[in-house]
């Protein structure tokens, strides 16, 4: 069963935008205490980029401060990324993610993002 479903990954050019979807079964969503998007870059561990909380409580990771912003649509079940001025070092396959309460965690297919310089 899959349990959340990314899009919008793809290859950019430098300073471009990119907004990455994902959207999560109704059963998981409403459990769920954060979502949010890991990076993994080639080589590397996969890392937070962002998460939401269901209050709407947000964190960062510092290399992406100022340039992505992470919203959340409750009607849609559906957690967005939104990139922009993105750089080379953002390249890497994107997980969405997801903690529900007890906690259990779920994990997104992975979306791959290419930012050409």
């Known amino acids: 069963q899959v349990h959340l479903v990314e899009s919008g990954g793809g290859l950019v050019q430098a300073g471009g935008s990119l907004r990455l979807s994902c959207t999560a079964s109704?059963?998981?969503?409403?459990?769920?205490?954060?979502m949010g998007w890991y990076r993994q870059a080639p080589g590397a561990q996969r890392a937070l980029v962002a998460r939401i909380t269901t209050g709407g409580m947000t964190n960062y990771a510092d290399l992406v401060k100022g340039r992505f912003t992470i919203t959340r649509d409750n009607a849609e079940n559906t957690v967005f990324l939104q990139m922009d001025s993105l750089k080379p070092e953002d390249t890497g396959v994107y997980y969405c993610?997801?903690?529900?309460?007890?906690?259990?965690?779920?994990w997104g297919q992975g979306t791959q993002v290419t930012v050409s310089s």
């Open positions: 109704g059963s998981i969503f409403r459990r769920s205490y954060s």
């Open positions: 993610n997801l903690v529900t309460f007890t906690p259990d965690t779920y």
